[in-house]
């Protein structure tokens, strides 16, 4: 995938991530809603959600910079999949206790899972 809409597409995931991975690790945010519907809203989840969040937006900065990590590829894909796992967790959920609000977060995160798979070579 490449061309201006891809770039830009890659740069709005990467902010998105980013910005949710710092919320998640001081305030929740949206994190804090998706696991708030299973009543997990402050907990440790919610910090190793946010982590994983920042990670992989600096992972697609830097796979977008072309910076050569020999692990980067691998570590995308890996957090893809803990994004899609946990994207379909909270749809499982989700079915349960339905719910505007966390339902438009996980709209969200499946644009961010495939965004991911993109961004890994492997599927991309």
Do not use: H, R
């Not at 709005?12 to 710092?22: E, I």
């Not at 957090?79 to 505007?100: H, Q």
């Amino acid at each position: 995938m490449s061309g201006l809409g891809a770039f830009i597409w890659k740069i709005a995931v990467a902010l998105y991530l980013f910005a949710t991975g710092v919320m998640g690790m001081t305030k929740g945010g949206d994190l804090s809603v998706i696991f708030g519907v299973i009543g997990q809203g402050n907990s440790i989840l919610v910090v190793i959600a946010g982590v994983i969040a920042l990670i992989a937006g600096v992972c697609i900065i830097l796979e977008m910079l072309n910076v050569s990590i020999s692990f980067l590829d691998t570590l995308i894909l890996i957090i893809a999949i803990i994004w899609v796992v946990f994207t379909i967790l909270m749809v499982i959920v989700l079915i349960g206790n339905f719910d505007w609000a966390p339902l438009a977060n996980v709209a969200v995160y499946v644009m961010v899972s495939a965004s991911l798979l993109i961004a890994s070579k492997k599927f991309g």
